[in-house]
């Protein structure tokens, strides 16, 4: 009664623009063919995918863990999921070529934030 809208919109256009305002914890695309849809919608926590799809069916039934971003929040963050679970690390790799132009911007970075060891060792790379 007080959680529910009907927006009325002009084109798909006009549609997927308020699907990923709106950012929904659960999107049902109820339509003949949802994947012409799928790759337009950016922010929304479960994708319900054409008529045979209910929201209840992802609530009950489907794989996928149920834990998902509430309140717009779909705009940056994703359903819990089994990698929320695993250690990451970030890689980074530059070439002596590649590394100059970076190392000069760190080094200007880091002197505005007072951090002059992160300055010298970026100066350092490409002196």
Same mark, same amino acid.
């Given at each position: 009664k *007080? !959680? $529910? /809208? =009907?927006? =009325? &919109?002009?084109? !798909?256009s006009e549609g997927m623009a308020v699907i990923n305002r709106v950012a929904p914890e659960h999107l049902?695309?109820? &339509? *003949?063919?949802p994947d012409a849809l799928l790759s337009d919608v950016r922010h929304a926590g479960a994708i319900f995918? $054409?008529? #045979?799809?209910p929201e209840a069916i992802g609530d009950y039934c489907a794989g996928p863990n149920h834990v998902l971003p509430t309140s717009g929040t779909a705009r940056f963050s994703s359903p819990l999921g089994v990698y929320d679970f695993q250690k990451k690390s970030s890689v980074i790799y530059c070439s002596q070529s590649g590394s100059k132009p970076l190392a000069e911007t760190a080094d200007i970075l880091a002197q505005r934030e007072d =951090?002059? /060891? #992160? /300055? !010298?060792? /970026?100066r350092y790379r490409y002196q």
């Amino acid at each position: 009664k *007080n !959680r $529910g /809208a =009907l927006i =009325l &919109v002009k084109d !798909r256009s006009e549609g997927m623009a308020v699907i990923n305002r709106v950012a929904p914890e659960h999107l049902e695309l109820s &339509v *003949n063919d949802p994947d012409a849809l799928l790759s337009d919608v950016r922010h929304a926590g479960a994708i319900f995918m $054409g008529r #045979h799809t209910p929201e209840a069916i992802g609530d009950y039934c489907a794989g996928p863990n149920h834990v998902l971003p509430t309140s717009g929040t779909a705009r940056f963050s994703s359903p819990l999921g089994v990698y929320d679970f695993q250690k990451k690390s970030s890689v980074i790799y530059c070439s002596q070529s590649g590394s100059k132009p970076l190392a000069e911007t760190a080094d200007i970075l880091a002197q505005r934030e007072d =951090l002059e /060891a #992160h /300055a !010298r060792s /970026a100066r350092y790379r490409y002196q």
